[in-house]
């Protein structure tokens, strides 16, 4: 009777919960006898880092109270995100050396393990931090192009063409996303993430509110500039929502009284979320079009790609930001998806695409493709992770691609994929 209740249990988990149920399956002791893993190419979103504005900004004009005392400069990586940073890569130890890629203490050659992070400060931390966990005694060398800070061509999601047939395209895109009424329609979907942000803040009892500097978020006032070499970049009530949507959940991770992170008023996790729907839609408006995507997130997919076929390699970890995850995963063709136990539902922070490659007892290869990430509570708890103690892991869904019955795709479905985003590039005008 006891073992029918477990399958029972573990039906039900799984019709509640099948993605996450998959996943889990995926590092199961049966997966295991039937599967190698070969090799694991990581795109890696920073850790928690301070707000990107200073004193003196407009995010600071928006509340009078005072933000959080960061433990770290403007936009970088703070000790909270090093320590969380830290745990993820002692959980990635544990895993490779489980699955067999590494054994324990391995000390691997300048082929088999590449670190590579975008130059900015958040990002060098971050995977300085993650190479310390993963592994304590080899000495990896954390590889950058420029001193910090600068973007690296590489990370940088910037649109390398844009001709007024691309921008015209662009926006027909990013309009769809609001449907009939396009931005406004985005915009009035945000309406109570707006409000409850305002209210938070206490916006209007803010001088600059006051004498009119900081204006109400509004509807019909968000514009899109898509510049030659420029990221895709945004004016208006949004962006400056997301401004404090950032701000209100980095703070939110950092300070441990929740009261606190919330300037005295007293949030649900719901309320969170709602703050952080800002930021995940603020993404996708930006980076997610298809056409945008495959445009910004060209120089990534071709050294992702180039990764994936290295007979050499056996781990890659690249860092960068939320911006690089969602526009490769929209380059890809990821099914649309929301991440539980997380209020932030696309990218959190610190999170990880993983890709993992798997080889059976005839050779054959296959693809598995996960977002891996700490929960909003393992973020604000600074829990420990290992095998037993585990972040969550999400599988992702590639469209038009079939998965076998483990959830794996054949790596010349994923290595196609790859191509074709890579050649959709070639053909913007």
């Known amino acids: 009777m006891r073992k029918i209740n477990s399958f029972v249990l573990l ?27 070969k090799e694991v190419v990581i795109l890696s979103r920073h850790n928690i880092r301070s707000p990107l504005s200073t004193n003196g900004s407009a995010l600071s004009k928006m509340t009078p109270h005072e933000w959080t005392n960061w433990s770290s400069a403007a936009s970088e990586l703070t000790l909270r995100g090093g320590v969380l940073e830290t745990e993820m890569g002692q959980f990635f130890r544990k895993w490779t050396i489980e699955t067999g890629l590494f054994k324990d203490n391995y000390v691997p050659s ?14 060098i931390a971050t995977a300085q931090y993650f190479s310390s966990g993963f592994m304590p005694v080899a000495g990896l060398r954390v590889n950058h ?49 707006y409000d409850l942000i305002a209210k938070v803040l206490d916006m209007k009892q803010s001088e600059y509110y ?39 959940i980095l703070q939110y991770y950092e300070e441990p009284d929740g009261m606190k992170a919330a300037f005295g008023h007293k949030l649900t996790t719901d309320d969170w979320t ?29 050294y992702m790609y180039d990764e994936l076929n ?10 960068g930001h939320d911006s690089n995850i969602a526009s490769v995963d929209a380059a890809l063709g990821v099914e649309e998806y929301s991440l539980p136990n997380s209020i932030e ?19 054959k290869t296959f693809i598995a493709v996960n977002l891996v990430y700490q929960s909003t509570d393992q973020l604000k708890q600074m829990s420990l992770l290992d095998l037993q103690h585990a972040p969550q892991i999400f599988s992702l869904k590639l469209k038009g691609l079939n998965q076998n019955t483990d959830g794996l795709y054949t790596f010349e479905d994923v290595n196609a994929r790859f191509l074709q985003a890579i050649r959709a590039y070639d053909d913007i005008k």
């Open 210 to 248: 006051k004498k009119g500097e900081v204006k109400d978020f509004t509807t019909n006032d968000t514009q899109i500039t898509l510049e030659l070499n420029q990221e895709p970049g945004m004016k208006g009530s949004l962006k400056n929502a997301n401004s404090a949507s950032d701000a209100f």
């Open 345 to 363: 539902k696309k990218t959190p922070i610190g999170s990880k695409l993983v890709i993992e490659k798997w080889v059976d007892a005839t050779g």
């Open 110 to 123: 300048i082929d088999e393990v590449n670190v590579y992070a975008n130059s900015m400060q958040r990002c």
């Open 11 to 37: 039906l039900i988990l799984a019709l509640l919960c099948p993605v996450l149920a998959q996943a889990q399956l995926q590092r199961s002791d049966a997966f295991k006898a039937k599967y190698k893993l």
């Open 310 to 319: 290295d007979k050499d390699r056996k781990f890659t970890f690249l860092c």
């Open 145 to 193: 192009r420029y001193v910090p800070s600068k973007m690296d061509p590489i990370f940088f999601p910037r649109l390398t063409k844009s001709t007024p047939a691309f921008r015209s395209e662009a926006m027909k895109q990013i309009n769809a996303m609001g449907g009939k009424e396009g931005l406004v329609g985005i915009n009035k979907g945000l309406k109570d993430s």
């Open 274 to 302: 709602k703050i952080a729907k800002v930021k995940d839609v603020y993404g996708d408006v930006l980076f997610t079009a298809p056409i945008v995507a495959v445009n910004v997130a060209h120089p990534l997919l071709q």
